[in-house]
């Protein structure tokens, strides 16, 4: 009997630890493929190929892409996450005890993108509103995982600009970027690790086959500015959001 008890605590154990490796290798097969989707496909511009490929740290993020000229001013937005271009929020109202679809306001989630397009809100927040949305087509929902943007520019020209794509996720706290960091800043307490800013230049006369995004830095991290930080150090599981953000323009 002593040798009995010994040994099927061992066994659990291993069996236990054998199982979910298995399920662990079945997930990593199912992996689904790329979310496919479209943006401004009437737009007579360029068309342009944005392949996301998530990290091991997404986790429902939400997201913008936008073009600037080489000297940072805002041209068009290509995609916004739909409840931030709504001002409307799946999980946004909280009032009956339970968190229900609503009206929510998040300037600290995509705020270098929202001074960059520089509409203020009556309330002051560089944010579409409910009452003021983004058009359908630039909006849509927030792919769970890998996805392919397809859009398009609103015109031929510049010939040179920049891709930009800003990025954040809630709940993703690190030793830094801490919930009682700034206590009585509820804002802040909505993106935990600042918004991360991404950037590629791309020069339609000189073209590459794909282009790669890089952080460039993140974020005010309640919204409160439009400025950007480029100092990464204080980032941790945030970089891993994405593993990959590729861009090409099809001809």
């Given at each position: 009997?002593?040798?009995?008890?010994?040994?099927l605590p061992f066994l659990t154990a291993f069996i236990s630890d054998n199982s979910m490796q298995q399920r662990w290798w079945q997930r990593k097969r199912e992996k689904q493929p790329p979310m496919?989707?479209?943006t401004l496909a009437e737009a007579p511009g360029h068309t342009i190929e944005i392949r996301f490929t998530a990290g091991r740290s997404h986790n429902h993020p939400l997201m913008a892409f936008w073009l600037e000229d080489t000297a940072g001013n805002y041209i068009q937005s290509l995609y916004v996450a739909e409840s931030i271009a709504k001002g409307y929020f799946r999980h946004g109202d909280p009032s009956t005890g339970r968190w229900e679809p609503g009206p929510l306001r998040r300037p600290a989630a995509l705020p270098y993108?929202?001074?960059k397009r520089g509409i203020k809100a009556p309330d002051g927040y560089f944010?579409?509103?409910?009452d003021d949305p983004m058009p359908d087509a630039v909006t849509g929902p927030t792919p769970k995982a890998d996805f392919i943007l397809t859009t398009r520019t609103r015109h031929?020209?510049?010939?040179?600009?920049?891709v930009m794509m800003e990025i954040n996720q809630s709940w993703d706290w690190n030793r830094f970027w801490h919930n009682n960091?700034?206590?009585d800043d509820p804002h802040y307490k909505t993106s935990s690790q600042p918004a991360l800013v991404y950037k590629t230049v791309v020069d339609l006369d000189d073209p590459k086959e794909e282009y790669t995004m890089q952080p460039i830095g993140h974020s005010h991290w309640s919204g409160a500015t439009g400025e950007l930080f480029n100092d990464l150090g204080t980032i941790t599981t945030a970089l891993q959001i994405s593993d990959k953000v590729k861009v090409r323009i099809v001809r």
């Open positions: 009997m002593l040798v009995v008890v010994l040994v496919e989707f479209n993108w929202g001074h944010i579409p509103t409910q031929m020209e510049p010939r040179v600009f920049q960091k700034f206590p």
